[in-house]
């Protein structure tokens, strides 16, 4: 191969893509050409390990030098063995299983690269964990660009509510109150409008002394400045900072008043929205007016992942924010007493806080045996508020786990047998019932009836002897997709090659961490807290903690970024991914996520003796 050819072979790789020109022409020259024959080994007990390889064209196999175990597969265009040359010893046996053709760096050229070149060393001396940690960091694509082209229609505008000018500033006050509102408009006369804000009341009502009984035309301002609500946000904000006020007027494309923007929901959208929509659960009185909040729900989710947060965060900032919508929607639908008398639970996902985009309802009720609201009540109730929560665009269970199913709605003594038939049935469908049943947090009502029922859970559960053997099997449910050659197992599905993430390492993760945390009684529900929990008692060793932290956290984001994809696309946001569309990085990085579940398989395996199941 010609100089050029070797340039651009290894600036394909990562991280050699990171050498500079001289870096890269000084290890283009000192590359030489080997030949393997298959079943012959590259690195073995007698081998004095002094090259870095790189692979041409072949496959070969990296083998465990004690239990002689395939730890994985190198094929073309990857690269072996740096840790043996860092560390100055052999680890692992290299076996071609078919003809090779290997480039081969000598190490002390490799050892010098690395140390003078501040991103390779960084590459090379972290760990998996570190290195998907990174690579999470970097997939969060901060396209804080979106944030340029958003309409002012696109913030939460204050209800454009006005009083005459020659109101009292009582009744200006006593209606503010009763519409939850920070600012009014005044109409004058001439069907000018003005402005009345709380800090006028503050300063110029109360300060001053001021007759409650005046108009409220004394403490209110008019000329107020507007903005078009198809308008650029951007250019509000420049409005706002030029003429130093904190509110515009905004109007549609008839002249009209559409709402108020302020300075807080314009720095809410900027920040990610939360704050307003927030406000907007907490304002809201109907349900109309919860479901214009809720419609908000994607835009934070892009904004915020757009901003590079974490998936876990946004997680746990949206399952914030869908507690407060169910909680109100409670409010307005239930009867008043069933507050106190019952638990309204989410469970799966959702109870563990992982939850990002609306996939379907996973809810329950757990009524108190003394509740004195009547069983009709309670059904009329639980019907209306799954057929509200699909109105707001959150999907019927196709398990039918919804309140609206009498199964899944029932008194807490009735809630306990079936917990006992769970467990001892021990059938797919009982356990998997039980396994999203212990994840469930409770939304509203008396938060004591789950607590019970999980203690009722763990108390059982000990008593069995072959529980946690056959509960924990079924994260080996779904074999990981990753081959022996190192490539990703796909189906056909539309004449797409995809894998499905949730099956090959998202819910292996989720369920053995679940089956650890119920047999160590461990009360958090969320998958990271239960690893750290189980760290701390010693469970799991902190290395592999941190690498399941990290693998599921990538699993997590790959996940995110395809869904929004597809909806952007207009298709269904499901947990399939084409690994060919994805960059040489996450390829990598994925199929190092994949060893990880692996890894945590056998651990498993060896915990609950699932081999001899």
């Not at 030098?65 to 730890?71: A, G, H, I, P, R």
């Not at 740096?82 to 050229?109: D, G, M, Q, W």
């Not at 006593?174 to 709380?198: P, Q």
């Not at 929990?533 to 984001?557: P, R």
């Amino acid at each position: 191969m010609s100089l050029l050819e070797q340039q651009t072979f290894i600036k394909g790789i990562t991280p050699f893509d990171n050498l500079t020109n001289l870096e890269l022409d000084e290890v283009s020259k000192k590359l030489d050409i080997h030949y393997f024959q298959k079943d012959q080994f590259i690195i073995n007990e007698s081998t004095v390990e002094q090259n870095l390889y790189f692979v041409i064209k072949g496959t070969l196999q990296e083998i465990d030098s004690k239990t002689s175990e395939v730890l994985s597969v190198v094929t073309a265009k990857e690269f072996f063995d740096p840790i043996s040359l860092i560390e100055h010893r052999t680890k692992n046996y290299f076996k071609a299983v078919e003809e090779c053709l290997l480039y081969v760096l000598p190490k002390e050229v490799f050892l010098k690269i690395v140390y003078q070149n501040p991103k390779l060393e960084h590459f090379f001396f972290q760990s998996i964990s570190q290195k998907l940690s990174q690579t999470n960091a970097n997939n969060q694509n901060k396209e804080l660009a979106s944030f340029m082209v958003a309409r002012v229609k696109d913030a939460y505008l204050q209800k454009p509510l006005y009083v005459d000018e020659n109101e009292t500033i009582f009744n200006t006050v006593k209606f503010m109150k009763s519409h939850n509102l920070t600012s009014i408009l005044i109409k004058n006369g001439d069907g000018e409008f003005g402005i009345a804000t709380d800090t006028d009341f503050r300063e110029k009502v109360i300060l001053k002394r001021l007759d409650f009984d005046s108009s409220v035309k004394q403490i209110s301002t008019f000329g107020l400045k507007s903005v078009d609500e198809d308008d650029f946000l951007f250019n509000a904000q420049l409005l706002m900072t030029k003429y130093g006020i904190k509110r515009l007027i905004a109007k549609n494309k008839d002249g009209q008043i559409s709402g108020i923007l302020d300075q807080m929901s314009l720095t809410s959208f900027f920040s990610s929205h939360t704050y307003a929509v927030a406000n907007e659960i907490d304002n809201a009185t109907t349900l109309e007016e919860l479901k214009h909040a809720s419609n908000n729900f994607i835009r934070i989710i892009k904004s915020l992942y757009a901003k590079g947060v974490k998936v876990r965060y946004i997680s746990k900032l949206l399952n914030e924010l869908n507690i407060k919508l169910f909680e109100k929607i409670f409010i307005l639908l239930a009867p008043n007493e069933l507050m106190e008398y019952s638990a309204l639970i989410v469970l799966g996902s959702e109870g563990r806080s992982e939850q990002i985009l609306r996939t379907d309802q996973d809810n329950a009720l757990i009524i108190a045996d003394n509740c004195p609201v009547s069983d009709d009540e309670i059904e009329k109730f639980c019907t209306e508020f799954t057929k509200t929560l699909c109105d707001f665009g959150y999907p019927e269970c196709p398990g039918n786990i919804m309140v609206s199913n009498i199964y899944w709605r029932r008194r807490t003594s009735d809630f306990k047998e079936l917990i006992s038939k769970w467990i001892n049935r021990k059938n797919e469908d009982d356990f998997m019932n039980l396994a999203i049943f212990i994840d469930a947090n409770c939304v509203v009502g008396n938060k004591q009836l789950i607590d019970d029922l999980k203690e009722y859970v763990y108390n059982k559960v000990d008593r069995s002897a072959v529980f946690f053997t056959t509960f924990a099997s079924f994260a080996l449910l779904f074999a990981t997709p990753l081959g022996i050659f190192n490539d990703f197992i796909v189906e056909k599905k539309d004449k797409m090659s995809e894998l499905d993430l949730k099956k090959g390492g998202i819910f292996p993760i989720v369920h053995g961490i679940r089956a650890l945390s119920l047999e160590y009684h461990i009360k958090e529900t969320n998958t990271i807290d239960r690893i750290k929990e189980l760290n701390n008692k010693g469970v799991i060793d902190k290395e592999s903690a941190s690498e399941y932290i990290e693998a599921f956290n990538f699993l997590l984001t790959l996940r995110l970024k395809t869904r929004l994809t597809k909806l952007d696309m207009g298709q269904i946001a499901n947990n399939s991914i084409n690994p060919s569309e994805l960059s040489t990085m996450d390829k990598d990085m994925l199929k190092d996520t994949f060893k990880i579940v692996n890894k945590f398989k056998k651990f498993l395996t060896y915990h609950y003796k699932l081999n001899y199941v």
